[in-house]
């Protein structure tokens, strides 16, 4: 019996995979990940996916994880070499026959973001039998990317975190602020969707799903009112795992690397099924009602250099559905608007990572921004908005952060939070300015320098804040005096921050029965949609929290009304079959 620890490397989306292979006697018992700078929420699931393969099969001749590929075939490729070359013999996987199933259901639903799950949960709360098919091989679509923080307008769960606070909060409070912050831009019937049911579904959600939810540690300005809650560990991957869970545990269906790829009609044009591909199987769900919950396509535009804002997405928002769905002669508008933040870092030439609520933080705490002049270009404490226009109109559309040690520890400890690891944050630093991202740090002049910034003026904008700390008084930009708070020490971090974008805006139309309209707006027979994929409800502006509640308020609304068509369907079924039986009696 030998016992051998083989280490690997692969290559990864965002950096290097450092992995370790456990082999006793050409056994595989385990595969640990030593270093990894991959989005936390998708590499555990497709990591442990690939990895319960690898042990099952006793091979790393398996399939890729779909959603995954780059990472996962990386890992597979590097670790049959490292047993290769180790003398390690596997066996040999024997390929899967491909299956064709037929699935009879009363609900189908496309997409495991919050939008699909929450349509998904509703309508098996109403007793429909439900199937959510899902293109990866992992669940969560782009909701797992960002914070779990959603607003809490209305329900009996935000009473309870906020107590009498929470009665300054209506649903005609949260449209005005919608409509404020995106300057009229957003459909009045689609914000009044979101206010009115975003309450309801916060319940439900809490309710089916045995959810708890804290007031969430940011409190963002763009909120007239305390209204944003959260899951304790501040993760949508939580949110998303615990709600799969309970749908399954219920009754209710997953089908993963399931990818849809025809919409079918019965003789009078109504949709009636679809045809799902996966590697090793093919899937016909007949059902009454179908809910497109597919997310953005971001993914799609940054590829095809629609845009130059850096993009934080999944690679696999590519809206295959413009294609699938071609037959069904949906209205769109708005397909150029995205929600773009001005918070990022460049981890890899195009694509960035968020920093939202580390740079709130600390700006909360006195970090001015700067830009490659060391001038000072906006009021750290002011909407999200202000910190984009304001950063597009620098050179190089960059702007930096400068922070003491005490900002930087604060800094640090919400990026390791929100998606970075040391690993990936020392390597940044490692670059010493040179490129992008700029993370460094030093005395004042030696940061200034590394990161390419004017030392000269920038001291001379150090000196004016701490004149203006003193004073209590922001006399260029007119900060709160509550966020004037000296610098401490001799130690200065300079942190590059660049505009980035997941989130696409615009979309297809629905009426508010969230029933997709086609190019007559005419209500599309049994077809729903909810989430990202339909456009206009936070206008061209979403402001934080406003995704994630669109996702849930649109899911709820489109989960109920499915299932009260599919109630119909089946009326109507049986009157006809009843008329059938009555005329051949007669």
């Known amino acids: 019996m030998t016992k051998k620890e083989i280490k690997a490397q692969a290559k990864g989306r965002n950096g290097q995979i450092d992995f370790t292979i456990s082999v ?38 398996v399939d890729a994880v779909s959603g995954a590929s780059l990472m996962t075939q990386g890992m597979l490729d590097s670790g049959k070499k490292a047993l290769e070359e180790n003398g390690i013999q596997t066996k040999v996987v024997n390929v ?12 189908a639903v496309i997409g495991t973001g919050m939008a699909g799950l929450m349509a998904a949960a509703r309508a098996l709360s ?4 439900v199937v959510v098919l899902e293109k990866n091989g992992y669940i969560g679509g782009a909701t797992i990317l960002n914070g779990s923080n959603v607003v809490g307008t209305g329900s009996r769960v935000s009473a309870e975190i906020f107590g009498k606070e929470a009665a300054k909060d209506s649903p005609v409070r949260l449209v005005k602020d919608i409509t404020r912050e995106c300057r009229g831009t957003n459909y009045l019937m689609l914000s009044k969707l979101l206010a009115d049911n975003i309450g309801k579904a916060v319940d439900f959600i809490t309710d089916f799903a045995d959810l708890k ?25 939580e949110l998303v795992t615990k709600v799969a869970k309970a749908f399954e545990e219920k009754g209710g269906q997953i089908l993963l690397d399931s990818r849809v790829e025809k919409l079918n009609k019965d003789k009078d044009g109504k949709l009636v099924s679809l045809v799902a591909e996966g590697k090793h199987q093919t899937t016909t769900v007949n059902f009454k ?20 804002v850096l993009y934080y997405g999944p690679m696999t928002s590519t809206g295959d559905y413009f294609d699938f769905a071609k037959n069904m002669n949906l209205v769109t508008r708005n397909l150029d608007w995205y929600k773009v933040y001005p918070h990022g870092l460049e981890v890899e030439p195009g694509v960035a990572k ?72 020392q390597g940044f630093f490692d670059l010493e300015g040179k490129k992008s991202p700029v993370l460094v740090k030093g005395d004042l002049k030696t940061a200034a320098d590394k990161a390419g910034i004017n030392y ?61 309209l086609d190019t007559n707006i005419d209500p599309v027979a049994n077809f729903y949609a909810a989430g990202e994929i339909v ?52």
């Open 24 to 61: 006793d006697d050409n056994h595989i018992d385990d595969i640990i990940v030593n270093k990894s700078s991959e989005t936390p929420a998708i590499f555990n699931q497709a990591f442990g996916k690939l990895k319960d393969s690898v042990i099952k099969n006793q091979s790393f001749d």
């Open 96 to 107: 899967s026959e491909h299956r064709d199933i037929t699935l009879n259901v009363d609900v």
């Open 126 to 129: 109403m007793g429909k039998k």
């Open 213 to 237: 939810y804290q007031k969430a540690e940011t409190q963002t300005v763009e909120h007239s009112v305390d209204r944003q809650i959260e899951m304790p560990s501040e993760s949508s991957y």
């Open 289 to 308: 009602s179908l809910v497109l919950a597919a997310g953005g396509w971001g993914a799609k535009d940054y590829e095809a250099h629609k845009t130059s």
């Open 354 to 425: 968020l920093t939202t609520y580390s740079t709130k933080e600390v700006s909360d705490m006195g970090a001015i921004f700067v830009n490659q002049d060391g001038k000072r270009i906006v009021d750290e404490s002011a909407p999200y908005t202000h910190f984009r226009d304001a950063i597009g109109e620098q050179k190089g559309k960059v702007a930096y952060i400068v922070m003491d040690q005490k900002m930087w520890d604060r800094f640090y400890e919400l990026m390791l939070k929100y998606g970075f690891t040391k690993e990936e944050v």
């Open 456 to 516: 000269k003026t920038l001291k001379e904008t150090m000196d004016n804040y701490a004149d203006d700390v003193k004073a209590k008084y922001d006399p260029e930009f007119g900060r709160d005096p509550k966020f004037l708070h000296a610098y401490e020490g001799d130690t200065y971090y300079i942190i590059e921050q660049k505009q980035r974008f997941a989130t696409t805006l615009g979309g297809y139309e629905t009426n508010d029965k969230m029933e997709l």
């Open 535 to 586: 456009g206009g409800a936070n206008g061209h502006d979403s402001m934080p929290s406003m995704m994630n509640s669109w996702s849930y308020a649109s899911g709820f609304v489109a989960g109920t009304s499915a299932a009260d068509n599919a109630n119909f369907n089946i009326q109507v079924s049986e009157n006809i079959e009843a008329d059938a039986v009555s005329g051949a009696s007669e």
